[in-house]
């Protein structure tokens, strides 16, 4: 579209009209809502196709593939070493002990010695080597300490943005931190640590159970290469003895010994090229350090890789060699998780924590973990542990949990665990001071420290746990049922004045605030009798509306907070109890008519002003008490002049007509002021569609009860419009609408409303509606009309505040005034 300037202003003029229209149809409190426009049917996004199309191969599978060759050449050389072993002992030594050279036995029974003990202390020797692996203090203790000194780090910087106010409180919290510290470094341990064990009480450093295995691989190397040695020299001097012409019992006896010594010498290279092959690829390739970088698990997975790969060799060794290809770090990690051992339960939450939050795998992890009932139940045990020791154990499985939780199907299996929402509620720890003045019951702290650091990292979990649970109904009722639950929530909605407005404040505290205001909000405006009970608990927490107040008065830095925290007003507002409440709750509506006809702002913080007009006009349906409140403000010409204004015009309408229907007779003489607005409103019915039309029809219909037939003809005037225009248009709504419209649904009763008013003004308006077939359009009405019309609100697809006039009531009286001579 060619617009003719230079400057993209009719660009800029073509966005506004959009974000206009958007404001006007978008979906509010006033329709129903199905389940499939709020996206609740499925978490599914298009972005799942390519998730689960991209078919990435396991890293993992070049450790199983390597373990199973691994385990070929070493069945393959103990195959061989057992069949020499027999010959040897059935051949050589029982057929021709007597008659054998006496280097020929000896270096046959040193052989024999050799591989016997290394063919049957091998599996001694995985399992030393498998020991070896379990602990955090061998290989992977330095990539431990690396990872706690960067968790240091961190804390130090937050630290240093968020400084103590109080320094004795600081040195207290010192105090209190080191000797938290000395407690944990002098608790006792009641097990050996396996790695850690002396087997012999001489020189026990040498005999500590992890060098143990080093010392049987040695002992492995040097016993092949003994045993090629002696082979080789053998075969290559073929000194058997000499055999005398005649002497059959050393006939064969040159044949047995080849065949001995060629079967030993084939066992011992098999079983050094097998150890060439490991080096190779342990240690030349870095296998082990390539899988981990694959798996994305950091500086420590190097523990978690090299335990998994000794478990799959074991496996290929001591059962089939295709038992290590059935493994896989996610079921392996299950496993470990099971355990007892505190060790391998790091390990494993580890690995599903790295998963889980991996794109390449979290997929098939989280589906793995959530048909598996008794991992996630473990999981959710481990919410409960407050042990120190155990608080990264604890900070692993709510992170695999928060993540798990947003799968719909999986968090319903997560909510349908006995105790999980205790278990969740258990994260969430606000740190209390009493205040000095008697009226005040508490004031929150959050402290960056590295006492309360962990607490803090819980608190954020354990939000985004129940913010992902609470998209499903149930699990809304669940989370509300729980004692103590939804008041812990409701705590962390507090954010004082000092913290709205820093401009260097915490973006996690912010967060905090954020995510439990987004819970909130999602259980004030859950449908049923569920969200009927849970906005009447949550409403009756005294401090739920004065922590939403103090945001919209300080928060004007995050619009975002304003908006979760109007939206949850809107949905409270869905009960009588609550609605006198927030108007009860004092500077409330002074708060959210600022927002509303805040001037110059943003255009992202439109959709906080268009959540403030939405609250308002909820809060003044069917509330006489606040309808008062909002006159006494003197906002009524700020409201008529909002009506021109295409960003608040639709709720600024739904205000004024709300004001007129409820104010009672006490407040007429303030209601004629909204009688300047006629003009407008009538200009918007003649003109407008869909929404605004809606509201604007509504309005007329109520505001023209404050004036003289002499006052509605000046008015018409005014607008440039004939009645006869308006009452062509009305039918022509009706002929428009022949079914009561989901978007709006209450279009048809306002036109007859204002129908009526025009037919009681003027005797001449009846004849005009007859001639324009008024009366076959309301028989259309009769036969057509349902539920939908019948409610000022809905709370999804349920109808809420039944109309006090039903709509055949209003037809009847607009039939008999066209009967009428």
């Given at each position: 579209?060619?617009?003719?300037?230079?400057?993209?202003?009719?660009?800029?003029?073509?966005?506004?009209?959009?974000?206009?229209?958007?404001?006007?149809?978008?979906?509010?409190?006033?329709?129903?809502?199905?389940?499939?426009?709020?996206?609740?049917?499925?978490?599914?996004?298009?972005?799942?196709?390519?998730?689960?199309?991209?078919?990435?191969?396991?890293?993992?599978?070049?450790?199983?593939?390597?373990?199973?060759?691994?385990?070929?050449?070493?069945?393959?050389?103990?195959?061989?070493?057992?069949?020499?072993?027999?010959?040897?002992?059935?051949?050589?030594?029982?057929?021709?002990?007597?008659?054998?050279?006496?280097?020929?036995?000896?270096?046959?029974?040193?052989?024999?010695?050799?591989?016997?003990?290394?063919?049957?202390?091998?599996?001694?020797?995985?399992?030393?080597?498998?020991?070896?692996?379990?602990?955090?203090?061998?290989?992977?203790?330095?990539?431990?300490?690396?990872?706690?000194?960067?968790?240091?780090?961190?804390?130090?910087?937050?630290?240093?943005?968020?400084?103590?106010?109080?320094?004795?409180?600081?040195?207290?919290?010192?105090?209190?931190?080191?000797?938290?510290?000395?407690?944990?470094?002098?608790?006792?341990?009641?097990?050996?640590?396996?790695?850690?064990?002396?087997?012999?009480?001489?020189?026990?450093?040498?005999?500590?159970?992890?060098?143990?295995?080093?010392?049987?691989?040695?002992?492995?190397?040097?016993?092949?290469?003994?045993?090629?040695?002696?082979?080789?020299?053998?075969?290559?001097?073929?000194?058997?003895?000499?055999?005398?012409?005649?002497?059959?019992?050393?006939?064969?006896?040159?044949?047995?010994?080849?065949?001995?010594?060629?079967?030993?010498?084939?066992?011992?290279?098999?079983?050094?090229?097998?150890?060439?092959?490991?080096?190779?690829?342990?240690?030349?390739?870095?296998?082990?350090?390539?899988?981990?970088?694959?798996?994305?698990?950091?500086?420590?997975?190097?523990?978690?890789?090299?335990?998994?790969?000794?478990?799959?060799?074991?496996?290929?060794?001591?059962?089939?060699?295709?038992?290590?290809?059935?493994?896989?770090?996610?079921?392996?990690?299950?496993?470990?998780?099971?355990?007892?051992?505190?060790?391998?339960?790091?390990?494993?939450?580890?690995?599903?924590?790295?998963?889980?939050?991996?794109?390449?795998?979290?997929?098939?992890?989280?589906?793995?973990?959530?048909?598996?009932?008794?991992?996630?139940?473990?999981?959710?045990?481990?919410?409960?542990?407050?042990?120190?020791?155990?608080?990264?154990?604890?900070?692993?499985?709510?992170?695999?949990?928060?993540?798990?939780?947003?799968?719909?199907?999986?968090?319903?299996?997560?909510?349908?665990?006995?105790?999980?929402?205790?278990?969740?509620?258990?994260?969430?720890?606000?740190?209390?001071?009493?205040?000095?003045?008697?009226?005040?019951?508490?004031?929150?702290?959050?402290?960056?420290?590295?006492?309360?650091?962990?607490?803090?990292?819980?608190?954020?979990?354990?939000?985004?746990?129940?913010?992902?649970?609470?998209?499903?109904?149930?699990?809304?009722?669940?989370?509300?049922?729980?004692?103590?639950?939804?008041?812990?929530?409701?705590?962390?909605t507090h954010a004082g004045e000092r913290l709205l407005k820093d401009d260097k404040a915490s973006p996690s505290q912010i967060l905090t605030v954020k995510r439990s205001l987004q819970v909130v909000r999602m259980l004030a405006s859950t449908t049923g009798a569920t969200g009927k009970q849970?906005?009447?608990?949550?409403?009756?927490?005294?401090?739920?509306?004065?922590?939403?107040?103090?945001?919209?008065?300080?928060?004007?830095?995050?619009?975002?907070?304003?908006?979760?925290?109007?939206?949850?007003?809107?949905?409270?507002?869905?009960?009588?109890?609550?609605?006198?409440?927030?108007?009860?709750?004092?500077?409330?509506?002074?708060?959210?008519?600022?927002?509303?006809?805040?001037?110059?702002?943003?255009?992202?913080?439109?959709?906080?002003?268009?959540?403030?007009?939405?609250?308002l006009s909820m809060l003044a349906l069917e509330s006489k008490s606040n309808c008062h409140r909002i006159l006494k403000l003197n906002v009524t010409e700020q409201l008529v002049s909002a009506l021109e204004i295409p960003l608040l015009r639709v709720n600024a309408a739904r205000i004024l007509?709300?004001?007129?229907?409820?104010?009672?007779?006490?407040?007429?003489?303030?209601?004629?002021?909204?009688?300047?607005?006629?003009?407008?409103?009538?200009?918007?019915?003649?003109?407008?569609?869909?929404?605004?039309?809606?509201?604007?029809?509504?309005?007329?219909?109520?505001?023209?009860?404050?004036?003289?037939?002499?006052?509605?003809?000046?008015?018409?005037?005014?607008?440039?419009?004939?009645?006869?225009?308006?009452?062509?248009?009305?039918?022509?709504?009706?002929?428009?609408?022949?079914?009561?419209?989901?978007?709006?649904?209450?279009?048809?009763?306002?036109?007859?409303?204002?129908?009526?008013?025009?037919?009681?003004?003027?005797?001449?308006?009846?004849?005009?509606?007859?001639?324009?077939?008024?009366?076959?359009?309301?028989?259309?009405?009769?036969?057509?009309?349902?539920?939908?019309?019948?409610?000022?609100?809905?709370?999804?697809?349920?109808?809420?505040?039944?109309?006090?006039?039903?709509?055949?009531?209003?037809?009847?009286?607009?039939?008999?005034?066209?009967?009428?001579?």
């Amino acid at each position: 579209m060619d617009c003719g300037t230079s400057d993209g202003s009719c660009v800029r003029l073509q966005i506004t009209e959009l974000k206009s229209k958007l404001s006007e149809t978008g979906s509010t409190i006033y329709e129903p809502r199905t389940s499939i426009e709020k996206g609740e049917s499925s978490n599914f996004t298009p972005d799942d196709f390519s998730t689960r199309n991209n078919n990435h191969s396991a890293p993992e599978q070049k450790l199983t593939l390597f373990a199973l060759r691994l385990a070929v050449l070493e069945k393959a050389a103990t195959g061989l070493g057992t069949l020499g072993f027999i010959w040897a002992t059935v051949v050589l030594l029982g057929g021709f002990a007597i008659t054998l050279d006496k280097t020929d036995f000896w270096f046959i029974t040193i052989i024999l010695l050799i591989e016997g003990t290394r063919i049957f202390s091998r599996s001694h020797e995985l399992e030393w080597q498998h020991q070896a692996t379990w602990s955090i203090a061998d290989a992977g203790i330095n990539s431990f300490r690396a990872i706690r000194s960067n968790s240091r780090c961190m804390i130090k910087t937050v630290k240093s943005i968020f400084r103590p106010i109080v320094k004795s409180s600081q040195h207290g919290r010192e105090i209190t931190r080191n000797r938290k510290l000395e407690i944990q470094k002098k608790a006792p341990s009641r097990v050996w640590t396996t790695t850690d064990v002396p087997l012999l009480p001489y020189a026990p450093w040498v005999f500590l159970s992890r060098n143990v295995s080093k010392l049987l691989y040695w002992l492995q190397l040097v016993s092949a290469s003994a045993c090629v040695g002696l082979s080789l020299v053998k075969l290559v001097k073929h000194n058997y003895g000499e055999v005398a012409k005649g002497d059959t019992d050393k006939r064969n006896r040159q044949s047995a010994l080849n065949i001995f010594y060629s079967l030993a010498l084939a066992e011992a290279l098999l079983f050094l090229l097998e150890k060439a092959y490991w080096e190779w690829k342990v240690i030349y390739c870095r296998l082990l350090e390539e899988v981990n970088k694959e798996s994305e698990l950091g500086p420590s997975g190097m523990v978690s890789i090299r335990r998994f790969f000794y478990d799959a060799y074991s496996r290929c060794v001591t059962g089939s060699i295709f038992d290590g290809l059935k493994m896989d770090m996610v079921s392996f990690a299950m496993d470990l998780l099971a355990s007892n051992s505190p060790d391998e339960q790091l390990i494993g939450a580890q690995i599903l924590r790295k998963f889980a939050s991996n794109d390449r795998f979290a997929d098939d992890t989280l589906q793995k973990i959530g048909i598996t009932i008794s991992v996630m139940e473990r999981l959710v045990e481990m919410l409960n542990w407050k042990d120190p020791q155990e608080e990264e154990i604890r900070h692993s499985a709510a992170e695999i949990l928060s993540r798990l939780a947003g799968k719909k199907q999986n968090s319903l299996r997560v909510a349908g665990i006995p105790g999980a929402m205790e278990s969740i509620s258990s994260l969430l720890c606000v740190s209390r001071t009493s205040t000095a003045a008697s009226d005040e019951i508490f004031e929150k702290k959050i402290i960056f420290d590295n006492e309360n650091y962990g607490l803090w990292t819980f608190n954020h979990l354990g939000l985004l746990i129940l913010k992902k649970l609470a998209h499903d109904h149930d699990n809304c009722g669940k989370i509300g049922n729980t004692r103590g639950l939804l008041p812990k929530i409701i705590d962390f909605t507090h954010a004082g004045e000092r913290l709205l407005k820093d401009d260097k404040a915490s973006p996690s505290q912010i967060l905090t605030v954020k995510r439990s205001l987004q819970v909130v909000r999602m259980l004030a405006s859950t449908t049923g009798a569920t969200g009927k009970q849970l906005r009447k608990e949550i409403s009756e927490v005294v401090l739920t509306i004065s922590n939403i107040r103090d945001i919209l008065r300080c928060g004007e830095k995050h619009p975002m907070l304003q908006k979760l925290g109007i939206e949850i007003l809107t949905s409270l507002a869905l009960e009588e109890d609550a609605t006198e409440r927030i108007g009860g709750t004092g500077g409330i509506f002074k708060e959210l008519f600022n927002i509303f006809f805040k001037q110059e702002i943003p255009d992202n913080q439109n959709q906080v002003k268009i959540a403030a007009g939405e609250a308002l006009s909820m809060l003044a349906l069917e509330s006489k008490s606040n309808c008062h409140r909002i006159l006494k403000l003197n906002v009524t010409e700020q409201l008529v002049s909002a009506l021109e204004i295409p960003l608040l015009r639709v709720n600024a309408a739904r205000i004024l007509r709300n004001l007129c229907s409820y104010s009672g007779s006490h407040s007429f003489d303030k209601l004629r002021e909204i009688t300047t607005a006629t003009p407008t409103v009538l200009k918007a019915i003649m003109e407008a569609e869909n929404k605004l039309q809606e509201v604007m029809i509504g309005l007329a219909a109520q505001v023209f009860r404050y004036m003289t037939s002499e006052e509605s003809s000046s008015m018409f005037e005014r607008a440039g419009i004939r009645e006869a225009e308006l009452a062509r248009a009305l039918v022509q709504i009706l002929k428009k609408n022949p079914y009561p419209p989901i978007k709006i649904p209450r279009i048809r009763r306002f036109t007859i409303e204002l129908a009526i008013w025009m037919m009681r003004d003027k005797d001449t308006n009846i004849q005009m509606f007859r001639d324009l077939g008024m009366e076959k359009e309301l028989e259309n009405v009769i036969e057509t009309t349902s539920e939908l019309e019948s409610f000022n609100m809905f709370s999804g697809t349920v109808g809420i505040s039944r109309h006090s006039t039903t709509i055949h009531s209003l037809v009847e009286t607009a039939m008999q005034l066209l009967e009428t001579e």
